[in-house]
């Protein structure tokens, strides 16, 4: 009896102690615990066995942003991967890092870190950035480490599993106030797939998908990257009815930068408060429209224009083809318009419970989306915000009557995601074509560029180089295209997602390379050419053989000294050709940096990007950091000049707390490259006005910006420049022509800083949401601060190009026929598609 309740007492005064009581001054534990600990202290002491197994560090699940569960991940683009771990005994202060990770054409790995602080038993979520150049195959995972300082091995390793996201798919994020359950169906529409997709392939469908849906499942607070150049792979967010405060700062800015740079907002309407939550947030500034309060209840009645402007596309299947064979493409002949679509199908809303349609007004500046022919009353208002674009829609497509009607499927394709009809592909093998039908043209299935508007000005301007081509040239093999007598074999006639893809942060892009070749002459390291290695090859070999036994034998007389003399040849030539390449230089260690800075009319941040290369007499490890800047991103940059079985080396990329490429090895009188990028915060905006009929660029900046021109831009081969001379710091210019001044030399002219201007001026891609552009160009001859590098340099140079998007065209109308196959036959009094006529603001176009 004694020892039972000796057996009890003990347990009481363990459970008390993990319960974190103590003895000598405590609180007691409620009634609930003290009642378990007396009548069932069996399971406490369960619970105490339990505790003293757990690990030391417990870690629960990796998540990549913006899914829950599902780790996403596009190759090419930063993430951000947290981590969800908990330290049991004691606090932990270490790195959270990730495996090496190669990087495409160059000898070099990084391992992404950050600093890790773990509270006692306290679970965290820890994240940090990270850039995957080829997503791992089997399997495919990242280890991710937990590594204390100076400690031989890691603690724990964490396999975060990945999953591929394809180059051209991106990712539409639902944010709501409740369950989002309501939005799931939309993943069945067609405007998420090619057309001629067969739906019941699943591989097919998950690799030629367009677009793949996000619904977090914690509605109050959503996995959104605070991190705004993660938000990348993002399309569309589409708004509905979410205080705007569950975002936090970081995650509001990230947003308006995401929408800055190409990003599609959607706010959904209807009979709740949506609009009037947004009214006072950050998104205040960008609502294209204000609420009227004249709202509308529509019956079927008043839908029918609606019905009529957006009939239900044709859903394609091979099932489908093998009942119906009207359904499959003629041979040699693309879909007509009565192909892609069915007849109209009318809205039928339930006599007592009506679509509810908020009254709005558009803004100045703004454009109105009607809902029938007289244009009384919109369906929504939009307008361009920077790049990007805001769409008010004063209905709720998720509405019973609007989510059963099949017209939803056109409408969100058109109006929401504004994404256009598919072209045509010809001489091409489809699924089709090898079950037995006649290879034909068909529809071709939209590239990357097709479905986002997100572009960056420094990974976008150009063309790339094919997949599989290093910076230095050197191609992979490519597939050898089919010709129509021969007999497709099945990997060939397998559905391929296309290869063309934006804002991907690849050495082999136009700009990137432009700078790696400028910085390299402008280094003065020349690296001797095949003529030169030809004639030291010849000389060694004539000198070591002819000539060194001709000299032993009849100078000297004594043919065994020969083999004697081939190391002192050996040294000698070596010596000889060290000094015969070497280039006096003048310094020990220099840097020469060409900076980018990307931003938008009006708006007060913009995108800086960094290009630059590292030299150095000796062996040096350089740490690049960016103190000031949270959002900065850097990796090795590749030269173009990596042989086959160089030594790996590696690198760090450190996100937390203070960004920074840490251990970038430069090799002794060599070049070394790194390409950083960040969103940075100016100390003023540069926008343009107008006034009395005129035009003025208005520089808020402290910066002054030469050579300034003004460039509109209407189409590749309609563009006007206007030369406006320097814009100094708080000044305001007219934008008219004035005389050019005498080139000034200085120490960035090295760079050929007028080249990269020429070709800022020049670039243009052709969509209609590119057309109307007001771009202002211009330079100053020193690099952007907020960058150090340590150890520091004898000689750091540099310039600095401002590009400025002063301001964007109306958004392309969705009843074009960009959008619309219905609309090429319907010609205008001009000639051309009533629909693709300009769009005037503030008053709503006709569908």
Request: aromatic residues 8%; proline residues 11%.
């Amino acid at each position: 009896m004694t020892s039972t309740a000796g057996r009890l007492a003990f347990v009481v005064l363990a459970a008390l102690t993990v319960l974190g009581v103590s003895t000598v001054r405590a609180q007691l534990p409620e009634s609930e615990e003290r009642l378990k600990i007396l009548t069932d202290p069996e399971s406490v002491k369960k619970k105490l066995e339990k505790e003293k197994t757990r690990p030391p560090l417990e870690v629960f699940r990796s998540q990549v942003t913006p899914f829950d569960v599902l780790p996403f991940v596009k190759a090419n683009h930063w993430s951000t991967m947290n981590l969800e771990v908990r330290s049991n005994y004691n606090e932990f202060v270490g790195s959270l890092q990730t495996a090496p990770v190669p990087l495409l054409g160059l000898p070099q790995e990084i391992v992404y870190r950050r600093e890790a602080r773990l509270a006692k038993a306290q679970q965290s979520k820890i994240g940090m950035q990270v850039m995957l150049p080829k997503i791992p195959k089997n399997p495919p995972e990242l280890n991710l480490e937990l590594v204390q300082p100076d400690a031989i091995r890691p603690d724990v390793v964490w396999p975060a599993t990945l999953r591929v996201l394809e180059p051209h798919q991106m990712l539409i994020v639902v944010l709501t106030k409740d369950a989002n359950d309501a939005y799931a169906p939309w993943n069945r529409l067609q405007a998420f797939y090619p057309t001629f997709l067969d739906r019941q392939d699943v591989q097919s469908v998950e690799r030629m998908r367009y677009y793949r849906l996000v619904l977090p499942m914690d509605t109050e607070r959503p996995p959104l990257s605070p991190h705004p150049l993660t938000w990348t792979t993002i399309s569309h967010v589409v708004w509905d009815g979410m205080a705007p405060d569950t975002l936090n700062p970081s995650q509001q800015q990230a947003l308006l930068d995401w929408l800055h740079w190409g990003g599609q907002l959607i706010l959904v309407g209807g009979p709740g408060p949506s609009f009037s939550l947004l009214k006072d947030s950050f998104l205040s500034p960008y609502l294209p429209a204000e609420t009227t309060g004249e709202n509308a209840m529509l019956g079927k009645a008043d839908l029918a224009p609606m019905a009529a402007a957006y009939p239900p596309p044709f859903v394609r299947s091979m099932e489908a083809v093998e009942n119906d064979p009207a359904m499959y493409y003629p041979p040699g002949a693309l879909p007509q318009a009565n192909e892609r679509y069915r007849k109209p199908v009318p809205v039928n809303p339930p006599p007592n419970r009506p679509v509810f349609l908020a009254g709005l007004k558009p803004k100045d500046g703004a454009f109105g989306i009607p809902l029938g022919e007289s244009g009384t009353r919109l369906l929504g208002v939009e307008w361009r915000v920077g790049r990007g674009r805001v769409l008010m829609l004063g209905f709720s497509p998720t509405d019973p009557a609007m989510a059963s009607w099949p017209g939803i499927d056109t409408f969100v394709r058109r109006v929401v995601l504004r994404r256009p009809e598919e072209g045509a592909a010809p001489n091409i093998f489809s699924p089709m074509s090898a079950r037995g039908h006649t290879p034909t043209q068909q529809l071709a299935a939209l590239p990357g560029p097709d479905l986002t508007w997100v572009r960056f000005l420094s990974r976008d301007m150009g063309p790339s180089l094919p997949r599989g081509e290093t910076a230095g040239g050197a191609a992979a093999k490519k597939a050898k295209p089919l010709s129509e007598e021969e007999e497709p074999s099945d990997e060939e006639t397998e559905d391929r997602p296309p290869d063309a893809a934006v804002a991907e942060w690849l050495d082999t892009s136009a700009l990137p390379r432009l700078c790696r070749d400028v910085l390299e002459d402008a280094s003065g390291i020349k690296v001797p050419g095949a003529l030169f290695v030809l004639k030291v090859v010849l000389a060694y070999i004539l000198a070591l053989v002819p000539l060194n036994w001709l000299f032993c034998r009849y100078v000297l007389g004594r043919r065994e000294l020969a083999w004697a003399a081939v190391p002192l040849l050996s040294l000698g030539f070596a010596l000889g050709v060290e000094r015969a390449a070497a280039y006096d230089i003048g310094y020990n260690s220099a840097c020469d940096e060409i900076d980018v800075v990307e931003a938008y009319g009006g708006y007060p941040r913009a995108h800086v990007s960094r290009f630059a290369s590292l030299f150095s007499t000796g062996r040096t490890r350089y740490t690049v950091s960016f103190p000031d800047n949270p959002t900065a991103l850097s990796l090795p940059l590749d030269h173009g000049r990596s042989l086959r079985g160089e030594d790996v080396v590696t690198s760090a990329w450190r996100s937390y707390p203070v960004p920074a490429l840490e251990g970038f090895l430069v090799q002794p009188r060599s070049l070394g490259m790194f390409r950083a990028e960040e969103m940075a915060a100016l100390d003023g905006a540069v926008s343009l006005v107008s006034e009395g009929g005129k035009r003025l660029v208005v520089n808020g900046s402290s910066v002054p910006l030469q050579d300034a021109v003004v460039v509109d831009v209407s189409g590749p081969k309609e563009r006007k420049e206007t030369y406006i001379g320097t814009v100094g710091p708080g000044a305001t210019v007219e934008v008219r022509e004035a005389p050019r001044p005498a080139p000034s030399g200085s120490a960035a002219d090295a760079l050929r800083p007028h080249r990269f201007l020429r070709e800022f001026r020049r670039a243009f891609e052709d969509r209609p949401e590119n057309r109307g552009e007001i771009r202002l160009v211009a330079w100053t001859p020193q690099p952007m601060p907020g960058q150090r590098i340590e150890p520091s340099v004898d000689r750091h140079r540099g310039f600095t190009a401002f590009v400025v998007h002063l301001r964007n065209g109306p958004p392309p109308a969705p009843d074009g026929p960009h959008y619309n196959e219905l609309a090429r036959p319907k010609a205008g009094g001009d000639g051309r598609p009533a629909a693709a006529r300009p769009r005037s603001p503030g008053k709503p176009s006709r569908p």
